[in-house]
Each structure stands twice: as structure tokens, then as C-alpha cells.
């Protein structure tokens, strides 16, 4: 078993350096776009693995969350994600413990620190375990954050309005799946492209007659990447018939 330490934002820095790896930090600046005005312009990187953030991750498990603010305002991605696996795994325990004010704690505190989570993997690797989760079994005036997410004009709270949907899903609730990918249909940006029809693919796995009463209503008007994300799991007839609605 990892021996589990409890350190502090260098101590993690240090140990989160010894895996990079040169190849990926040459890679990773132009997998992420980095350049001038695209979406992850100015991030920086290690070359981190996501296993061997992982790995760091777990090590550090039991950092407090004033440790955690900084990471997750640090520069580097890297650094972002450790923080952001370490809140998600923070999250987990206290849903096990059932301890419905540290889960409060948390969200509320991934939602102060929403600057740090600023790129697509990010989003999908925190909002819906965090965000979404805490929203799961709340009411419908509390999950209308979602929906000013959704209708902003930054980027990441529009990916983690849907994302954070996946949760819902997973609990056969698709009601706010298919609101915010309503809101999202014309949206310009790609990244929301995708996650729209990500999710959508999530909720035709779990209820096939929802995914298609989406289509035959929005198809037409669809993103072709966010039409084409959705059907990836359909029989090739059925892909072709929506494809040229």
C-alpha cells in the first residue's frame, strides 16, 4: 500500500517534477493550445502523465485545503490537476461518510476556486465527481447554478454546466442534461461541441428513447461534432439516417 503523507504545496511540487518527461512537454502546450488566443493560452506543463499525477495525488492525499487553493491557482497544469484529483478524492470519502457539511465545504470551496480549473481535462475530471455529485439528490432552485453556468460567457462554467450533468445521468436524471444542451446547441466554441454530444451519448446508454426524442427535435440544427459525439454508438443505418436529417 502507498504510504499515504501529508505535506505542502512545495513538497508536492517537488515530488509531482520528478516524473516529467520531456516528450510530453513539447506535446502537451499544443495538445492543450497553448498558443496566443486559443483556449488554454499561457498554461504551462511539466510533462506530467495523468497515471503519475494520479500517483502524486494519492500521496498527498491528505493536504488541507489552504494547501489545495494554492495549487490549484498554481501556473503550472500539472499542478492544477494534483489539487483538483486530491479535492475529488476529498469529496469521495466525505459522500462514504456521508457528511453532508464537508460535502457542502467542498463544493462550496471548488466553486471560490473556479479560475483554477480553466481546461477541458480539468473540467471533466473534477465538475460532475464535486459540482455534480452535491447537486445529485438537490432541489431544482439549487441546481440552477447550472444554468447561469451555462448561459455565461466564459468557457470552462459552460463545459462544467454540462459535465457536471454526468452525474445526474449516471442516476437515470436527464432532465438538466437535455435543458443545457438545449441552452449550449449554439454555442461556437468546439470544446462545448463535444461535451454536449459526450453527454448525450451517456444519457442514450442509459435511456436510447431520450437520446432519440433529442434528435429527431434538434438534429437538424446541431453542431455536426456535437451530433456526431451523440450517435457514436448507434448501428451505422441509424447513424446515417441523423446525420442527413
Known amino acids: ?3 499515504v503523507i501529508a505535506q505542502n504545496k512545495s513538497d508536492l ?3 509531482l517534477k520528478k516524473y516529467k518527461n520531456k516528450e510530453k512537454e513539447a506535446f502537451y502546450p499544443k495538445f492543450f493550445k497553448t498558443g496566443k ?3 488554454g493560452e499561457k498554461d504551462i506543463f511539466l510533462g506530467v502523465s495523468v497515471p503519475n499525477s494520479r500517483k502524486v495525488a494519492i500521496k498527498f492525499q491528505n493536504i488541507n485545503l489552504n494547501e489545495i487553493k494554492k495549487l490549484i491557482h498554481n501556473e ?3 499542478v492544477r490537476l494534483c489539487a483538483l484529483l486530491i479535492l475529488t478524492e476529498k469529496y469521495e470519502k466525505e459522500k462514504q461518510k456521508q457528511n453532508i457539511q464537508n460535502q457542502k465545504k467542498i463544493f462550496e470551496f ?3 476556486n473556479l479560475k483554477g480549473v480553466n481546461n477541458w481535462d480539468l473540467v471533466d475530471t473534477s465538475s460532475y465527481k464535486i459540482i455534480g455529485e452535491y447537486l445529485k439528490e438537490k ?3 439549487e441546481r440552477e447554478i447550472l444554468y447561469k453556468f451555462a448561459k455565461s460567457n466564459d468557457l470552462w462554467k459552460k463545459r462544467i454546466a454540462i459535465i457536471s450533468t454526468f452525474a445526474f445521468i449516471k442516476n437515470n436524471d436527464f432532465e438538466d442534461t437535455i435543458k443545457i444542451s438545449e441552452i449550449l446547441l449554439n454555442d461556437k466554441h468546439d470544446l462545448i461541441h463535444k461535451a454536449v454530444g459526450w453527454m448525450l451519448r451517456e444519457m442514450g446508454k442509459k435511456d436510447i428513447k ?3 426524442i433529442f434528435l429527431e427535435k434538434h438534429a437538424r440544427k446541431m453542431p455536426r461534432t456535437a451530433l456526431r459525439y ?3 454508438k448507434f448501428e451505422e443505418k441509424k447513424r446515417k439516417y441523423y446525420l442527413n436529417m
Open 13 to 15: 511540487i517537488s515530488e
Open 139 to 141: 432541489s431544482t432552485k
Open 230 to 232: 451523440s450517435i457514436e
Open 76 to 78: 503550472i497544469h500539472e
Open 1 to 3: 500500500m502507498t504510504k
Open 210 to 212: 431520450s437520446l432519440e
Open 37 to 39: 488566443g486559443e483556449y
Open 110 to 112: 471548488y466553486l471560490e
